[in-house]
């Protein structure tokens, strides 16, 4: 099955609705234009319900089939959020708000569940209650976690849920997936190092070099990964920011380090946690100084449940053929809070090719509007598969 004809037909707008969204970005929470637009198309589309502020600022459309007889109720998300990256796309229709961009293709998310919402609401052709969720803060607010808390999975007694994500660099319309870790667990950390400040020229003997100790542990840390780590499995440690002294020839009394650690594995991560604290000690006190580490865990595994990956892979196959579905696809280190629903419900969580093209966070990069409707049209058979009419 292809492409739905009424799909098709939707082609413009979608397109339409993505470009103003795409010149309106918004941060985090602050999704109050796009949420108000999603609200208003969901009711001239005839939802059942449309309620918003779940989640703070998201938006949840309910539209019930022909037929409730089944008692199933399925749940799709799509993210409605922006970055604060300055627009280098050169597209027609770029960022009017200075700093900000669309720039992970929630824009495009946006519009595929609503054509899915505008073909579902008119053929209502399914037995059984579609939630669909349009959620705020996906870019490191855990606005996924927000909206579960706010009692989503619960108000609409959702029993699965299912999520989508455009991947650049996957060839245009493939859909790729698995079983089991799909992203992995995004975790903060910052270590902060106490020497004691000194003159750095004259009086060297005299202080303990924070500094000194910083770069030892931002060296060592990387054995945690290559000696403590099972080569198995994988983890990513990064120190992305160092804050030290201002004056050159001063050694400063402390240093902040903050970075980021990925994990795919729930004991890998708890290793890691414990291993970075351990080294950032024992390093600093080698050098005569100390080190006290924070370690916040943000956003968790993303994890696809055996039996929803499956479900997912046949519609998928279903919209765009046997051999453009990858089943088996690789994890990746990126992180996404969807993981907070799956946590909450079993489901999958799909990506969705867009070819070559700049990675997602990219000050150029752009959304390929071609793949509205494969990402609409799956949304829209996954409702009718899995609680297919009487």
């Not at 604060?84 to 519009?111: F, N, R």
């Not at 999975?153 to 959702?158: A, C, F, L, P, T």
């Amino acid at each position: 099955m292809p492409i739905l004809n009424s799909i098709a037909a939707l082609a413009d707008d979608m397109a339409a609705w993505r470009h103003d969204f795409h010149e309106h970005p918004e941060l985090m929470y602050e999704v109050h234009r796009t949420a108000g637009i999603v609200a208003e198309r969901l009711r001239d589309f005839g939802c059942d319900e449309v309620v918003t502020g779940i989640g703070r600022t998201g938006v949840v459309g309910v539209i019930r089939g022909r037929q409730t007889s089944s008692g199933r109720t399925i749940g799709l998300r799509a993210d409605m959020d922006a970055l604060p990256i300055e627009e280098a796309s050169g597209v027609p229709y770029a960022s009017k708000t200075p700093g900000l961009m669309h720039a992970c293709g929630h824009d495009g998310h946006t519009a595929m569940l609503l054509g899915a919402a505008k073909h579902l609401s008119e053929t209502r052709n399914f037995d059984g209650t579609a939630v669909l969720i349009f959620q705020p803060a996906e870019e490191g607010g855990a606005g996924g976690k927000a909206m579960v808390d706010d009692g989503l999975m619960s108000r609409w007694d959702i029993q699965e849920v299912y999520g989508l994500h455009n991947a650049p660099g996957v060839p245009e319309g493939v859909f790729a997936l698995r079983p089991g870790p799909m992203l992995a667990a995004s975790d903060e950390l910052e270590i902060t190092v106490h020497g004691k400040g000194g003159h750095a020229g004259a009086g060297v003997h005299k202080a303990v070099d924070s500094v000194l100790i910083a770069a030892h542990i931002i060296t060592a840390l990387q054995s945690i990964v290559s000696r403590n780590v099972d080569p198995i499995k994988s983890a990513v440690i990064s120190i992305c920011v160092v804050e030290a002294g201002k004056a050159l020839n001063v050694i400063p009394e402390t240093v902040e380090l903050k970075g980021t650690v990925r994990t795919l594995d729930a004991d890998v991560q708890d290793l890691v946690e414990r291993r970075i604290a351990e080294v950032a000690d024992g390093i600093a006190r080698t050098y005569g100084g100390t080190a006290t580490t924070k370690y916040t865990r943000l956003y968790p595994i993303t994890t696809n449940h055996a039996r929803e990956a499956v479900i997912a892979a046949d519609v998928a196959r279903d919209v765009v053929g046997v051999e453009r579905v990858v089943d088996n696809a690789p994890p990746l280190m990126g992180a996404e809070d969807f993981a907070f629903m799956l946590q909450a419900r079993p489901g999958a969580f799909v990506f969705l090719g867009m070819g070559d093209g700049k990675d997602c966070h990219h000050p150029a990069y752009r959304f390929n509007d071609n793949i509205l409707g494969h990402g609409a049209s799956y949304w829209v058979r996954l409702v009718e598969k899995t609680m297919p009419a009487g």
